[in-house]
């Protein structure tokens, strides 16, 4: 089974602050693991992703995140914070079962950015 | 079309009426999601439709809820009989599933609410 923990609902850095958005996840193999950003009133965008190659990921937007497999730990984390930077972050992972990925989501982040 | 669509992007039901929600994925992918996004939530997985197999129906919340796929392209997403505890975003996500992608490709969502 497959479960993902982002901790803290709320994340608030002033602008040009380094931002760190903490995602834990739980799978019993190797997974793949999803960082998405949600602007209001949009979609999911895919910020980066984790598929068992290079450990640090870098991502549109200034965003990278490192699959640190013995915290089994996927923080995202942009070294200054933009005002446009202000959405809700969502951490995900996914693994085979079947044939068949259905990611399993954090319950979200919200990033607020002030100035 | 360039991404994923939805209509539409609201609606506005009384309870009992039964809605029918549309998706339109990205041309070619094989997978479609539909997951519910309520107010402070994550995302809720309903269903997951991969190609020709039978749909994963495991997270539909009740019978009142069913969803098809014509032509391996657009889906409805039906909710019958419908409750006050149905008023959320409605999102619609398509994947290729191929070569280690399995990013998921978001439309804008449809936001029920039900008076």
């Known amino acids: 089974a497959q479960s993902v923990t982002q901790l803290g609902s709320h994340v608030s850095v002033s602008e040009g602050a380094l931002v760190l958005l903490r995602c834990n996840y739980s799978s019993s193999v190797p997974p793949y693991l999803f960082w998405y950003v949600q602007y209001p009133n949009q979609g999911l965008q895919l910020l980066l992703k984790?598929?068992?190659?290079?450990?640090l990921v870098k991502g549109i937007n200034g965003f990278e995140a490192e699959f640190k497999k013995s915290e089994t730990s996927f923080h995202l984390t942009k070294p200054s914070a933009h005002m446009s930077d202000a959405a809700e972050y969502f951490c995900a992972v996914s693994e085979a079962s079947g044939g068949s990925y259905i990611p399993t989501f954090g319950r979200g982040t919200s990033l607020i950015v002030h100035p | 079309g360039a991404g994923v669509s939805q209509s539409p992007s609201n609606k506005v039901t009384e309870k009992g009426k039964d809605v029918e929600l549309r998706c339109d994925p990205i041309?070619?992918?094989?997978?479609l999601y539909w997951y519910r996004q309520s107010l402070g939530q994550g995302l809720e997985f309903l269903i997951y439709?991969?190609?020709?197999?039978?749909?994963?129906k495991s997270g539909l919340p009740s019978d009142r809820f069913s969803a098809e796929r014509t032509g391996g392209s657009v889906s409805t997403l039906t909710i019958q009989r419908t409750q006050q505890e149905d008023s959320a975003v409605y999102l619609c996500?398509?994947?290729?599933?191929?070569?280690?992608?399995?990013?998921?490709?978001f439309g804008p969502g449809t936001r029920l609410t039900v008076t």
């Open positions: 996500a398509s994947s290729s599933n191929a070569g280690g992608t399995y990013e998921q490709y």
């Open positions: 041309s070619g992918h094989t997978a």
């Open positions: 984790y598929t068992s190659a290079a450990t």
């Open positions: 439709f991969q190609g020709n197999s039978a749909p994963d």
